[in-house]
């Protein structure tokens, strides 16, 4: 017996989740600790669960490191919307009309020599 019936990886700018679903009674458990109910984006990720009809019926592992509270938040939505087209193919429909199978590609742009960040300019002094 497989003891997680589906498990996906979720990435946004450099936060990378890695999400395990098993049949559960829908608690959430987010680098070994239990979710906490005032995380601050909450909403979005339960969102995911709603939309297809299948909150409360896994317990949800996650594993996520790297980026910032926003960052992390969107690679573990599409972590968790991956994850749920590879156990339900019906529930792919509903999560594309709402954008959230679609990863986001945009990065840090790189800083250049001679620049203070990627596009700033030391100031420039005419005397």
């Keep these: 017996m497989k003891k997680y019936i589906s498990n996906s990886v979720g990435r946004r700018k450099t936060s990378v989740a890695r999400l395990y679903l098993k049949p559960g009674s829908g608690k959430i458990i987010i680098n070994n600790k239990t979710f906490l109910k005032n995380y601050g984006f909450k909403n979005k990720i339960f969102q995911t669960l709603e939309l297809t009809n299948n909150n409360g019926k896994f317990d949800i592992y996650i594993n996520i490191y790297g980026g910032g509270v926003t960052s992390q938040a969107e690679a573990i939505i599409l ?3 991956r994850s749920l087209c590879k156990i339900q193919k019906s529930s792919r429909k509903i999560l ?6 679609t990863r986001d590609s945009r990065m840090v742009e ?5 620049r203070k ?3 700033k300019k030391f100031q420039f002094s005419k005397r």
């Design 110 to 114: 790189r800083k250049k020599y001679g």
């Design 117 to 119: 960040k990627s596009r």
């Design 79 to 81: 972590a968790l919307s």
């Design 96 to 101: 594309k009309l709402n954008k959230l199978l």
